[in-house]
């Protein structure tokens, strides 16, 4: 489904037909500024991955799979949270007793972290405390929690946290009742409720695994076509990183001084696509000795950049680099910067999906169907269908 309105706009030869001026492009053109790339060299990355429970699309928790850690920086969190939320999850705050608003929530369903929405606990374990907190006898899976000694009271406390944003839940205490004899004391804030019926809906995706690249190689319009033909990829998104929140819009990026990128995030199952196969096709499909440009757009939200999430992406990328150097493939010196992922913020709904919704746009005549053809005959058995 992916392929097939390029696979038709290919047959007719349409787009071979229509090169025309670029100039129209991902909107914008501006002169080439001063305002480069933002590195946060102090930032080393130290996401991974972790084995947890998830909610499938027919909405049954799944065998324990790898998915990527949840890290935000405090900003990113305090944007994301109500006040109360962050006091809780991200300064191991409790909220005062009595208060919480899934004290008195008897429906069926599962419990999931406010942070990152990962199932922590199911109705049929909550049971009344009286101590003025959501209390559960169980978790919903032991790898979605994380625990650890609390000496911040007189007593020694054993705290409760989220295994994927490690997000501040509250405390367990060998006081519950049968049949594990222990007490969740949880802060409402910290959870969010799902009713059963609503699992299957807000379930993701799963075969096997699932992983996260953030690229930047021009105008997103293009980098986003170019990947989603790609077998193992999941989805992809189109966004902004390597700037502020508050600047992630398209007005602002395209400035050129707010410190993002266009960016792509692609999920995609690893085991069914790698990481260095994502990078082959990225460095095969825009040019990574323009600095600051791609093509005719211009300014440092065009750069070429690979965001990555942890060492691992770091080091698969400057491998990558090392060896299409030393391979003499491109005539002048690899610019592509490698920049810590601190967030990625989605684009604009007009954005996405921009060139499949607007074939006959044409920058994406001229610019972006190329890109796929050239995809399309270089990588012909990475295709998905
Ligand atoms: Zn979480």
């Keep these: 489904m992916k392929t097939s309105l390029f696979g038709a706009l290919w047959r007719t030869g349409l787009a071979a037909a229509l090169l025309m001026a670029a100039g129209t492009g991902c909107g914008f053109v501006s002169q080439s500024t001063e305002a480069g790339t933002t590195m946060n060299s102090d930032h080393e990355g130290t996401m991974e991955t972790v084995r ?23 900003a990113q969190w305090r944007d994301e949270l109500t006040p109360e939320q ?23 369903g599962v419990y999931v ?27 919903i899976a032991p790898e979605n929690l994380r625990e650890r000694p609390d000496y911040s009271l007189s007593l020694v406390r054993t705290e409760v946290l989220c295994a994927r944003c490690d997000g501040h839940l509250g405390h367990v205490f060998g006081d519950g009742p049968q049949p594990t004899g222990l007490r969740y004391c949880m802060n409402s804030a910290a959870l969010n409720f799902t009713p059963r019926d609503e699992l299957a809906s807000t379930g993701q995706p799963v075969s096997g695994g699932r992983a996260e690249a953030v690229l ?22 189109s966004g902004y990183a390597g700037g502020a929140a508050h600047t ?52 440092p939200q065009y750069r070429s950049a690979v965001f990555y999430a942890n060492e691992q992406q770091r080091t698969a990328a400057t491998a990558m680099i090392k060896e299409l150097e030393e391979e003499g493939k491109f ?27 607007n074939p006959t746009n044409p920058y994406v005549r001229s610019i972006t169907l190329p890109k796929i053809e050239k995809v399309r005959d270089t990588f012909s058995d990475m295709i998905g269908d």
Excluded at 52 to 74: C, M, Y
Excluded at 86 to 108: C, M
Excluded at 216 to 237: I, K, N, P, T, Y
């Design 331 to 357: 005539n002048g010196s690899i610019v592509t910067t490698l920049e810590p992922l601190d967030a990625f913020h989605k684009a604009e709904d007009y954005h996405q999906n921009f060139a499949t919704q």
């Design 52 to 74: 947890v429970r998830i909610f499938d699309e027919q909405g049954e928790l799944t065998a324990p799979t790898e998915t990527p850690v949840v890290a935000k920086s405090d």
């Design 113 to 139: 972290c406010a942070g990152c929405s990962l199932p922590l606990f199911d109705s049929s374990t909550k049971f009344e405390s009286c101590s003025g907190w959501p209390s559960f006898f169980a978790s």
């Design 216 to 237: 930047a190689g021009g105008c997103f319009w293009c980098v986003e076509a170019v990947f989603q033909q790609l077998d193992g990829v999941l989805s992809v998104d």
């Design 248 to 299: 992630a819009n398209y007005e602002a990026v395209k400035t050129g001084q707010t410190g993002h990128a266009e960016v792509v995030r692609v999920l995609y199952d690893p085991n069914r696509i790698s990481y260095e196969d994502l990078l082959r096709v990225h460095f095969a499909t825009h040019d990574p000795t323009q600095l600051n440009r791609q093509g005719p757009d211009v300014g």
């Design 86 to 108: 962050f006091r809780v999850l991200r300064q191991a705050g409790t909220e005062r007793a009595g208060t919480g608003r899934l004290l008195n929530e008897h429906r069926d």
